[in-house]
């Protein structure tokens, strides 16, 4: 089968099923999406197998025939615009969450998992083998009955095949361990089945580990070897790279730190020792970037998930050349991975729509034109002010520093979060090609609101840093992250950095700011550990590596009770015991914000039409932001 083009949308967690684990409308528009805007191929789900492969309340699964409307569906949608369109099959063995499925989890051998759920797992009879087997047949056979183009079987993620592969999970001592014959049985075995119920007009792949990341697991020569067999079977049509096991340090999540194609080696590997098509995934961000790749062979074609997730036109704008125009993914994990591992939907700090294609993805034009004035340029302001303007509205935006991007200019001096500035490019690039009268270096007042006489107003003043009423806050001594940032006050040599119990970025990215710098830094948190929120986007492992390195202390548990000079209280929640901590030349608090409501305040009840968005509502993330401004945009 030809595809039409060499960019892939992958497949990835999104919680879009309803309550029996069925794929809902949700995805089928989503993945439409993403093939109206250009993408040659959509691998859809994973979706697995058995309901003893749960892992999270919002996985899709594939046992069950009543699936088989939704693929038909799924097909359809997908080649109306002209895209391929394939189903990963995956069980997860041991990553499975039994409170889910109130089964046990299954493994070849009982070693639990140390990621996630990490309950110990059956041992794998031979009858439960054969039964995964059959499992994966049939789900292959609902993909032929349900009109799509093929399979892929995943064989990575430290998912059940690779259970199978790696002898650090199966230290079996029958005929499907021991030996690598051995260990490649069962995932033979469900290629064999794969390939039997679909028949050879349909394409098969398997997606394939590079490296386990693990110590004494399987590294890139043995899975060329892997690769190998499997092109030898004559039964696969491609090789896709995949991610490692949940315990390896990349296992979970792909953040900003990670470097750009951080998997071409492995394609590389691959295409090395197979003529089969390799596929390339893993941050891939750009058309340029995807361009490289190809032309380079180090792979065959390239896997822009979270890129598509960010700008499902991507694809379509590069053919058109528009490359200034493409919304870029920030590798921030905060709407994609960072809610499914909660349990949540998943959405895109930059992409308000994800998910809700049907219900908000389209702009209404307006039909009255109004003069919208807006207050503030960060991210919440320009995305009001762009959608507001795709819908032709007139509107002024009014913001008081030199540059737009509010708090996004501050995020980017931060060690490795350059790619947070991605946010500002495409919105900054808006405003000028929406043609948004900008006005910058202007502090708005009401006197100028009431000057500019508009028929509506938003204030997206944003937020300031909040600062905790203990003794000794108001020292010269002690001072905001933004302060440090922005290179506001001069700090010492050692520093005490106080976490309020945000645990984010904030915090952590001050610590690696003045660590790099020669400072001897210490994070106080009153929570159990440094860095709980970084927990959820995969980054708090990466994070634990550089900092501890430099030699940043890691304080739990602590509840700061008051400054005096150089010396900090601090109460231990859980010992119940009051301690000092001297010698401390600087105090940054990072104790979140509060609301600059100041001008909505003055405001309300003076102008016809008044609305307020971003953290001047409430001080949250870029997430929250843009999602208000996108919706406040479309009502306006």
Not at 381 to 389: C, L, S
Not at 536 to 563: C, H, Q, W
Request: with cysteine.
């Amino acid at each position: 089968k030809t595809i039409k083009n060499r960019i892939y949308f992958g497949p990835h967690g999104t919680m879009f099923a309803d309550k029996d684990y069925i794929m809902d409308d949700r995805y089928v528009e989503y993945l439409r999406a993403r093939a109206k805007g250009g993408a040659g191929l959509i691998i859809a789900g994973m979706m697995t197998v058995m309901e003893n492969a749960r892992d999270f309340a919002g996985i899709q699964e594939i046992h069950d025939k009543r699936v088989v409307p939704m693929l038909r569906k799924l097909a359809e949608a997908v080649h109306n615009e002209g895209a391929t369109v394939l189903v990963q099959l995956c069980h997860t063995g041991r990553e499975s969450d039994p409170e889910l499925s109130r089964l046990p989890a299954w493994s070849p051998s009982a070693i639990p998992s140390c990621a996630m759920f990490r309950d110990v797992p059956k041992e794998m009879e031979e009858e439960d083998i054969h039964e995964v087997v059959r499992a994966f047949k049939r789900a292959a056979s609902f993909i032929k009955e349900a009109g799509l183009d093929g399979v892929e079987i995943h064989g990575g993620s430290g998912y059940l095949p690779q259970q199978f592969m790696s002898s650090i999970t199966n230290i079996r001592t029958d005929e499907y361990g021991g030996s690598l014959e051995n260990r490649l049985r069962f995932p033979m075995e469900v290629i064999d089945a794969a390939r039997n119920a679909m028949g050879n007009n349909l394409i098969l792949g398997i997606r394939l580990s590079g490296d386990d990341f693990i110590p004494g697991g399987n590294g890139i020569d043995d899975y060329k070897e892997i690769a190998r067999q499997f092109e030898a079977t004559g039964k696969i049509d491609f090789i896709h790279v995949g991610g490692p096991f949940y315990e390896g340090i990349y296992g979970l999540g792909m953040g900003m730190q990670v470097p750009l194609g951080f998997y071409t080696p492995h394609a590389v590997g691959f295409k090395e020792v197979v003529d089969l098509p390799v596929l390339n995934d893993f941050r891939i961000n750009d058309p340029v970037q995807g361009e490289k790749i190809l032309a380079d062979g180090q792979g065959d074609m390239v896997g822009m998930i979270r890129a598509l997730i960010a700008d499902p036109e991507l694809p379509n704008k590069a053919m058109e050349g528009r490359l200034e125009e493409i919304r870029s993914c920030i590798a921030c994990d905060q709407g994609c991975i960072g809610r499914v591992f909660k349990g949540k939907s998943m959405t895109c700090l930059q992409n308000a729509t994800v998910g809700l294609e049907q219900k908000i993805g389209t702009l209404a034009p307006v039909s009255a034109k109004k003069k919208v004035l807006i207050v503030g340029g960060g991210p919440a302001g320009m995305e009001t002010a762009r959608v507001a303007r795709l819908r032709g509205h007139e509107v002024i935006l009014y913001e008081k520093e030199k540059k737009l991007g509010g708090q996004v200019n501050i995020a980017v001096k931060a060690p490795g979060r350059a790619e947070f500035g991605g946010i500002t490019r495409y919105l900054v690039k808006q405003m000028e090609l929406l043609g948004v009268k900008v006005n910058l270096g202007v502090t708005a007042t009401s006197e100028l609101v009431a000057k500019e006489n508009p028929d509506a107003v938003v204030i997206a003043t944003g937020s300031n840093p909040f600062k905790p009423t203990i003794p000794g806050a108001d020292q010269s001594n002690v001072v905001s992250v933004r302060d440090v940032f922005l290179k506001l006050v001069s700090v010492g040599e050692k520093v005490a950095i106080i976490d309020g119990g945000e645990a984010h970025w904030p915090c952590c990215s001050a610590a690696e700011y003045l660590a790099e710098r020669g400072r001897q830094v210490e994070i106080i948190t009153p929570l159990l550990f440094v860095g709980m929120e970084l927990a959820s986007t995969a980054d708090l492992m990466p994070f634990y590596l550089r900092v501890r390195a430099k030699g940043v202390e890691f304080s739990p548990n602590m509840l700061l009770l008051g400054i005096s000079g150089n010396t900090l209280t601090v109460f231990d929640i859980y010992a119940g015991v009051t301690s000092k901590k001297e010698g401390i030349n600087t105090i940054v608090l990072a104790a979140g914000n509060r609301a600059d409501d100041k001008l909505y305040k003055e405001l309300k009840g003076k102008v016809k039409e008044l609305h307020r968005v971003g953290d001047c509502v409430s001080p949250r993330r870029a997430l929250e932001a843009i999602y208000e401004g996108y919706n406040l945009g479309r009502i306006l």
